[in-house]
């Protein structure tokens, strides 16, 4: 039943069996089960760390201003938890969702700086992020701890070590010394400690429930980039020249006793003889990256990938960086048997059983349940927000209410057929947002809908289509609002996308919306 919306109109109520929603669903049906169908738009690619660490092309790249997200990956992981335990780990009643998305993709993404989607837990070739990492974590049902981040920084530099974990505490040790203890999570999973200073050498976390060390994780410091290193990952039954058979061939940079160089960047150039075609890999922040004999490393790594033909035989590649010791690899691609262009073997898979998962070792502590107040909006009703901010449903409007979730300011001076409006409260940090179902709801009445809109910015293509301008101005806080206006039928989806389709000025305005009932 719909795969964003629990409903899209008043008449389907009789068929929801399950209610599905967005973005942290406000409960509409209190005796169905509900589930999130998306949630978590969020983007940040895979090659950067955080703040503390060195920039590749984001920090810097020229369109970082126009990216909706500005994240590390850092920051990615630990919102994970945040996310999650928010919209729907902590509510007993709600089932739990799908995170959008398992891995970057050409599926529509909000950040130029970037040639895919970034919302992934893994890279477009499949390489983990820390939000990957992250997820394991917190989902996984044996005791799990991770520590987001490496631990190659430069003297002096104090930062927030951010550890996930589904145990009860957690102490980090930096060289063997105690840090700190924490068991106090925040939302649930992350435990956060404050102004740790790096030194060479190891960071440790250990985990614990009920006291009982259950398991630990440490990362140490890499040394200076020494050389390649290649790692082919083929099928259960090896690299079949079937002519559709991938290979494909992690490039690390590693210090000389084989550890990951986590801040190395830069390019690879590749050959390869023998029977396969190349197929390359990508760079993240680089436009036209595929499909070449050459690749950029992102944070220690990338990937490539090598497709057989009908010929078996052995294949060897050679992976060259300048100032460090080349790398070789060879494989072998197995015969596969075809007779006049058929055959009786498939393609190979993967033949994972899956098998019912134990309990979780540890559960976060719940705030106790305490069934929320339903909205009581006349006219906005099944109303739903699926922007990065928070936005919230009022009654009554007049001068002095406050228009944003997250500013101070007030409405101040209103056409008068404004008053005793319902509204919405919009988060103004969602400005340069853009979603197709960004807001949604449905008339509950026939009804005015009024959209106030920043005269800076380009007028999307759904108030265009479905408002006229009044005439009429509303000064938000030294910027001109222009009021628009359309007329709704009771019962109709009321759709609204982003605050522009295309660029806005970072300093806009994101549109407010109010609605009154229709008088004859």
């Excluded at 929320?372 to 009554?396: C, H, P, Q, V």
């Excluded at 007030?410 to 979603?435: C, H, I, M, Q």
């Excluded at 709801?441 to 809908?449: L, P, Q, R, S, T």
């Excluded at 006229?468 to 759709?495: C, K, P, Q, W, Y």
Aim: proline fraction near 6%; hydrophobic fraction near 35%.
């Amino acid at each position: 039943m719909g795969n964003r919306r629990a409903d899209v109109k008043n008449d389907s109520d009789g068929y929801v069996s399950i209610e599905i929603g967005t973005e942290g669903w406000e409960r509409e049906y209190p005796d169905l089960p509900i589930i999130e169908s998306e949630y978590n738009r969020e983007e940040s690619p895979r090659r950067i760390w955080d703040k503390y660490s060195p920039d590749d092309n984001f920090w810097n790249h020229p369109n970082i201003s126009k990216n909706t997200y500005k994240l590390s990956s850092e920051e990615f992981a630990v919102r994970q938890a945040d996310h999650w335990w928010n919209k729907m780990g902590k509510k007993p009643y709600h089932s739990g969702g799908a995170n959008w998305v398992f891995s970057d993709g050409p599926h529509g993404g909000r950040c130029p700086t970037e040639v895919t989607r970034a919302s992934g837990e893994v890279d477009a070739v499949r390489l983990p992020k820390e939000a990957f990492y992250a997820l394991k974590a917190m989902w996984r049902p044996e005791p799990q701890v991770h520590i987001v981040g490496h631990w190659n920084y430069t003297p002096e530099t104090k930062k927030t070590i951010y550890v996930i974990s589904n145990c009860a505490s957690v102490k980090l040790y930096v060289n063997d010394k105690l840090i700190g203890t924490n068991n106090a999570p925040e939302n649930g999973y992350v435990f956060k400690f404050d102004q740790v200073a790096w030194e060479t050498g190891e960071i440790k976390a250990e985990a614990f429930i009920d006291s009982e060390l259950k398991t630990t994780q440490t990362k140490e410091t890499a040394g200076e980039p020494e050389a390649l290193k290649l790692t082919p990952i083929t099928g259960p039954k090896g690299w079949l020249a079937d002519g559709s058979d991938i290979a494909l061939i992690d490039i690390e940079v590693v210090d000389a006793q084989g550890r990951r160089c986590p801040l190395a960047k830069g390019r690879v150039d590749f050959t390869i003889s023998g029977p396969a075609i190349w197929r390359g890999g990508y760079n993240s922040g680089n436009p036209n990256s595929t499909n070449n004999l050459y690749l950029d490393i992102e944070a220690g790594i990338n990937r490539v990938a090598v497709r057989s033909t009908l010929e078996a035989g052995n294949v060897t590649i050679t992976a060259t960086k300048a100032g460090i010791l080349d790398a070789n690899l060879e494989l072998n691609s197995m015969a596969f048997e075809i007779k006049n262009g058929l055959t009786t073997m498939l393609p190979q898979v993967y033949e994972n059983v899956l098998s019912k998962e134990p309990l979780p070792a540890h559960t976060p502590e719940m705030p106790k349940y305490v069934p929320g107040i339903k909205n009581r909006s006349e006219l906005f009703k099944k109303f739903s927000y699926t922007g990065d901010g928070k936005a919230m449903l009022r009654t009554n409007m007049h001068w002095g209410k406050k228009a944003y979730t997250d500013l101070e300011y007030n409405y101040t001076v209103l056409p008068k057929f404004l008053n005793g409006a319902e509204y919405v409260r919009t988060p103004n940090s969602d400005n340069r947002y853009w979603a197709r179902d960004q807001l949604q709801f449905i008339a509950g009445k026939k009804m005015h809908i009024y959209v106030l809109h920043d005269d800076t910015v380009s007028r999307p293509e759904f108030l265009l289509q479905d408002y006229n301008d009044t005439g009429d101005n509303v000064n938000m806080a030294g910027v001109s609002m222009s009021v628009f206006h359309r007329l709704a039928e009771e019962g109709e989806s009321i759709i609204m996308a982003g605050n522009s389709d295309g660029d806005a000025p970072e300093n806009c305005r994101m549109y407010t919306v109010m609605a009154k009932k229709f008088k004859k």
